[in-house]
């Protein structure tokens, strides 16, 4: 990711999605290089990034929030969303963006991952930023994000497992959990 995001261009990164836990690491490693660098997030509020950093308003599934956010980036970290890449398209050519990094997932490039629907999102936006042939899109693929998993793994230390509706935003059911997966995959386990 260092070296991804490392740019000769003396414009500001913009870091989409800068609270993210992927986001923040990309902001504090930008910071710590000296880097210039703008942050974007949903509904932004006081106090949520260092003192000094522009902060805009930017959701990527607004076209006319990015304009601002995207004016006078020289590149962009960007989250994928399925809604709006086409408005984040149409705002890089307007502000002559010189690069995209796109965190997209390992899992487009994994045949066992095929007809997973986070992984069909995936990579329909690859395939639309890739038919955007004008523009400089890099996709990141990891497989796992540990620092999510090592999240997780406190969260239920602490008897405190986060309910998120993302699973049920994309499937339309909620998520279900370990013990009713394991329950559903045991045959997949049997030693024949
Ligand atoms: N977990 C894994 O092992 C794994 C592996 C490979 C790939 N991935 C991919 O990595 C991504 C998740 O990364 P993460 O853990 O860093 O996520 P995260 O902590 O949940 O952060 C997601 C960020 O996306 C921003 N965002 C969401 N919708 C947005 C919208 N409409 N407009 C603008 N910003 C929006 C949020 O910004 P605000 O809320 O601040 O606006 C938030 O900062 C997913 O695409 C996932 O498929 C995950």
Known sequence: MESVMATASSKPTLVVGARGSVGRRVLFELLDRQSPVRVSARRPEPGQFPTGIDVFAADLTDPKSLAPAFDGAGQVFLYANHEGVHGVIAAARAADVERIVLMSSGSVIHPSS??????????????????????????????VLATNAVRFLDDAAAGDSPATDTVEGILGRPACGFDVWAADHAADFAVS
Do not use: K, Q
């Open 114 to 143: 095929r007809g997973n629907a986070i992984t069909e999102e995936h990579r329909e936006v690859e395939e639309v930023f890739r038919a955007a042939s004008d523009l400089t899109v890099v996709p990141i693929r990891p497989l």
